[in-house]
């Protein structure tokens, strides 16, 4: 049963930044769902104000803007699967996206509630890691920008502020030569929370050498995280077998799963091995 709670309906995104303020702390947005009903329903977040969000066309928007890409909060994840604009320019998040639980979640679940949550197995966090993306916290006082790898601090845990609403997610738009990938190992083909994800992307040029590579893992930590010494490594480098297979050695070696999942060691260098492969045919 949900606990007591008023629920406000916003008509605009700055009546909804007002309503967060005025029941900051105890005030909550609400877009998709998907995680904070089961949360509320669990005892496990008890807040005394919701405010909705879901309706704001505000928040709902995909576009390229300045050389980047940029998704409103409220976003579906099944709004990514269709999105032209996400197919071709980061076709890694639509990779993602299609795993991501089931069709009905899918559309009532949104890309600003899943980074927001904070899940170690969010799906949609390390393709975003591996893109450079950044997130836009917003509240009555003005906006702020702030990475990915550090709007997320812990398990559940990010750098917003009570008062603030994730508005937009944006990355930059990779430049011609380069390739991505996503995988998600978990206990079967649909609606399960994945035991490793893996997201790699590759800018190369026109020799196929690599120019810069992002590696993100998830669901190997207690956060998703970019595997810099494996990304050092493979910087102004050919993408040879030798050298593939050492980024991978390294990637296993960064993951710290729980006492009891050292099986997930061996499936982070295998997926991000072939990741890299993929990649470096695609390059060519």
Known sequence: MLPEFEFLIPQTLSEALKMLAEGAPDAVPLAGGTNLIPDMRGGYHTP?????????????????????????GATTIAELLED????????ILQEAAA?????????RATVGGNLADAAPCADTIPPLLALGAEVELTSKEGSRRVPLEEFIVGPHETVRRPEELLVTVRWP?????????????????????????????????????CRRARIA??????????????????????????????????????????????????????????????????IK
């Open 48 to 72: 005394g104000v919701v405010v909705n969000v879901a309706g704001l066309e505000e928040l709902r928007s995909i576009r390229r803007e300045n050389g980047h890409l940029v998704a409103g």
């Open 84 to 91: 032209h604009l996400i197919a071709q320019y980061a076709p």
């Open 99 to 107: 795993a991501f639980a089931t069709p009905l979640v899918r559309n």
């Open 173 to 209: 738009v990779s430049p011609p030569h380069s390739a991505g990938a996503f995988r998600k190992m978990g206990l079967r083909k649909a609606a399960c929370m994945a035991k490793v994800d893996v997201a790699v992307v590759v800018e190369g040029d026109e020799s196929g050498r």
């Open 217 to 282: 893992l998830g669901a190997v930590a207690p956060k998703q995280f970019r595997v810099r010494a494996a990304e050092a490594l493979l910087r102004d480098q050919p993408l040879t077998d030798e050298i593939i297979a050492e980024a991978a050695r390294l990637a296993a070696e960064a993951s710290h799963p729980r006492p009891g999942s050292e099986y997930k060691l061996k499936v982070v260098r295998g997926l991000v091995r072939r990741l890299l492969a993929r990649a470096a045919e695609e």
